[in-house]
């Protein structure tokens, strides 16, 4: 088994990266998702194709992550499945969540990284990630 994603496969494909991951939302939360998305978190609201912005819901990308908010006619807040999204500077980023009435529960219990879990203004668990430095060679 080859941990390579970008390599061919025996199948004649291969994977290349993550495009986005889609998270549900009651309709109408489209403000409430804004709140979050952009003016916390800081990402850039991303246009929708008009087919698809006719569904509703709203599209975030920052640092080469994207986040598509899509309405469920029967919205229930994700409590387990999650996006992990990895970034620098998490101490900070843990504070301004706090700072904005968010939870923040922190996990030591994955090797190599420092992570807590926290969630959008509708529920949605949400698991933010920072490698770990490697220690400096002797």
């Not at 979050?36 to 850039?44: A, E, H, I, K, Q």
């Not at 101490?91 to 219990?109: I, N, Q, S, Y």
């Amino acid at each position: 088994m080859t941990s390579d994603f970008t390599s061919d496969l025996t199948g004649g494909f291969g994977f290349e990266r993550l495009h986005h991951v889609q998270l549900d939302i009651p309709a109408g939360a489209e403000d409430e998702c804004r709140a979050f998305w952009r003016d916390v978190l800081g990402m850039t609201e991303v246009t929708k194709p008009p087919v698809l912005a006719a569904r509703g819901g709203c599209w975030f990308r920052g640092g080469g992550v994207e986040v598509h908010l899509g309405v469920a006619a029967e919205f229930r807040p994700a409590r387990k499945g999650h996006p992990g999204l990895q970034v620098r500077g998490l101490d900070a980023l843990a504070e301004r969540l706090a700072a904005h009435g968010h939870d923040v529960v922190w996990d030591g219990d994955l090797p190599g990284y420092r992570r807590f879990h926290s969630s959008d203004r509708l529920g949605n668990r949400l698991e933010f990630l920072e490698p770990l430095l490697a220690a400096p060679a002797a």
